[in-house]
């Protein structure tokens, strides 16, 4: 008999070495005769390199050499692009691990020394000398997608990336019928993701065997081997790519980097191991960042508070290279999306990539989706506010109402299961609505700026079947699979092609196989992040482990739990039919004492005296899980904030999230995924945005400028959930890493908004800073 | 030009010949092979390299190993044997304190010292008393849970 687990928030498996301070992070492996590598980053946003001179650099103390990009040549291809959207005329200019002629941002890879330490290494930088002859710069991605605008990439006119359109009805005949239309311009910040820990390479070559071991920061390794591969021409069979423990990624850590493409280089010229590890700085110069957003939006209602149209244009920044995934991220993941949790029959999108001369912009938790929701949630509440109604009741109105098995909207994608008029209900209830509009109304009868904003929220995530991956250009797959191997004595490992990185799915892992076979959870390791030991995976991203894993796990264990009945009635003696199961015990129907534990089966499988005629030794599966469509968490989350008219400041006191992520495996984390994932949402309303001078050179370089939430800024956030399973998934579950932060932005931004109603101001642009937000107090005050 | 330098950690003493200018963060991982204490950033913002020097937190980071030669400094290695936890690793555990883990050594070897200094603190107390350590993980709302606990089972209320 085991102790049922699932559904029940067991603290987490993986976290005695973590709070020892005994689990390596990939900066901490240390090899025999390892040597440091540095890199170089271009001081200028767009420059022509004339001429680069590392002699000087090379005769330091400690260095083992320097190369430039010329080095490079004919031996690492360039950083591949791997989300290629169809129809939408993309541009993939060639992107070289070490930029050759031409820097195109602050950060650019232009040469790289290797030494005996870190600090020799980074000394030598300060002697090589490059002579940059200075272009044109252009940072605001609808300024760079004007004609006039400065060119990043000859072949690349106007800095149109791509353009991409998604349309669903008919927008222009719903705005041309409306009663009520409003209007925005919505910026995203560009922001930093800012996993604690840095990105980090260590990288090992031998060349007697031809083969390349790399510790990377990943969140997919096995992305990571495919595209080593790809980049350095080493074979994938003969590339081992370890992600150890990782801490943190929030996007920042899928794509394939430069760095990891040169620190492979450095180590097989060199013959022994080399390390990079990037000093926060350099990550917020060098890792790819989140959103860039100038969206023009507009929605369109009649009298009676329906809304009949959406309608976008947006820029979306991609930096100066396209990243890994990054095209698929305004576009599929954003795009898609336009319908929300309502009823919107007639939408229409254009979508720009843009080059602009920034650090490449690529996936940050929600990717797409936050852009998204921010757009629709702040247009829902301009819309009440020209009709009059209250926000809720105008959501109430527009939801799409209560579904369990798919329901299509306007954009082409089904959505798999939805309540969200509970959600939202439960919401308001939680957080005493009425009683909060009867404080509002008290405060603002004193003068006081009290506002209450919400987003009701659905998200695209458990990507995602296959076939669609590759209708849309992904290049690669989006199944999981999943070994799940019991050893004599009934211990089992489950090895795993995702890669989690704070998550906690060595856990929730556990409890899937404990609940399906019934062994403790304690018997059970979930083994992941080394491409040598683990079956192919597509990686940890875009809430899809636990959904996309978990499927590969509960389907491995079912083949288990088929093998192990076949097997008990052969040692019983019984007719395969009249096995029963009941939690980790196969019994003889009627006869409850006639039974094989799942421990004894375990034992004779893998001794093997006594097998049915035909029956393979071992208790051992594998199954690759391809979800036959994605799946739609939702929510409402809602927010009270207080804004000081005399400083702008604004305190955020209360928070309500009710989130629901399907069937929960494990409460506890679910929370802490909410709990993270809010206060990652609050940030870029309140707080964070990367900023850049005329010239492109960044103005938030450092983590003294650009401002984290930190714990003295932030409430205790209200978490409440409801459950309505997915529909397709065998475990019914949805997924929860990146809710949070989808709906925390549009929530804060819109209770501010709320805040600033009476004064007339109904637009600042994020985050809300209090030096914003003051002038736009006072630029009301003033008639502006 | 190297120096030498002395220092306790954990109760054993580590000496060695480092230059003037290094870090205690990177003399701790280094030399002591003590990689539990991170370093997270370059301007002391971050709080992962928090260790206790002499008593008192400090951020590795900002100290020279040079001017440490003859301090004692704990780090979280030093906390507990990896088998009877210190109630603050207890705490992180039960509360789900921690997501990556990254920040985590840092913020436990900060709570102790507010718990040494204030044995009861509010919620309130403990958000200011952790300010200084980023996590972006957790939200700190279980962080702070936490700490909580801890000042419970450590007698505090
Ligand atoms: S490493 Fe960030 S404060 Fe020391
Ligand atoms: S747990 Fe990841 S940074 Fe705190």
Known sequence: MTTRSFGSGIRRREDPRLITGKAPYTDDIKLPGMVHAAILRSPHAHANIKSIDTSAAASQPGVVAVYTGADTDGVLAGMPCAWLIPGSDLKTPEHPAIAKDRVRYVGDAVAVVVAGTRYEAEDALEHIEVEYETLGVVINPKAAAQPGAAQLHDDVENNIAFTWAVAGGDADAAFAAADVTVSDTITLPRLIANPMEPRSAVASYMAAMGELTLWSTSQNPHIARFLTSVVTGVPEHKIRVIAPEVGGGFGSKIPYYPDEAITAFCAMKLGVPVKWTETRSENYLATTQGRDHVEEVEMAATSDGTITGLRTTVYAGMGAYLSTAAPGVPTILHGLMYSGAYNIPNISGTIYGVFNNGTPVDAYRGAGRPEATTLIERLVDLTAAALDMDPAEFRRKNLIPKFENGHDVATGIIYDSGDYELTLNTCLANADYEGLRAAQAAARAEGRLVGIGMATWVEICGLGPSQVAGAVGFQGGLWESAIVRFHPTGKVNVMVGSSPHGQGEETTFAQIVSEELGVPVEDVEIIHGDTDNTPMGWGTYGSRTTVVSGGAIAFASRKIKEKSKELAAHLLEAAVEDIEYDDGRFFVRGSDDQAKTIQDIALMANVAWSMPEGMEPGLEASAFYDPPNFTYPFGTHLAVVEVNAETGHIDLQNYWAVDDCGVQINPMIVEGQVHGGVVQGVGPALWEGVVYDDNGQPLTGTMQDYALPRADLLPDINVASTTTPSPHHPLGLKGVGEAGTIAATPTVYNAVMDALRPLGVNRVDMPLTPEKVWRAINDAKNGG | ?157
């Open chain 2, 1 to 157: 030009m190297s120096v030498p330098v002395e220092i306790t950690i954990n109760g054993r003493v580590f000496s060695g010949e480092v230059e003037p200018r290094q870090l205690l963060v990177h003399f701790i991982r280094e030399n002591a092979g003590l990689t539990g204490t991170k370093v997270g950033c370059d301007t002391s913002q971050c709080g992962t390299c928090t260790v206790q020097l002499d008593g008192a937190i400090a951020k590795s980071c900002t100290v020279l190993a040079v001017q440490a030669s003859g301090s004692t400094v704990n780090t979280i290695e030093g906390l507990s044997d990896g088998v009877d936890l210190h109630p603050l690793q207890e705490a992180f555990w039960n509360k789900h304190g921690l997501q990556c883990g990254f920040c985590t050594p840092g913020m436990i070897m900060a709570s102790e010292e507010l718990l040494r200094n204030n044995p009861s603190p509010s919620r309130e107390e403990i958000r200011h008393a952790l300010e200084g350590n980023i996590c972006r993980c957790t939200g700190y709302q279980n962080i702070v849970s936490a700490v909580e606990e801890a000042a419970g089972a450590m007698g505090g209320s």
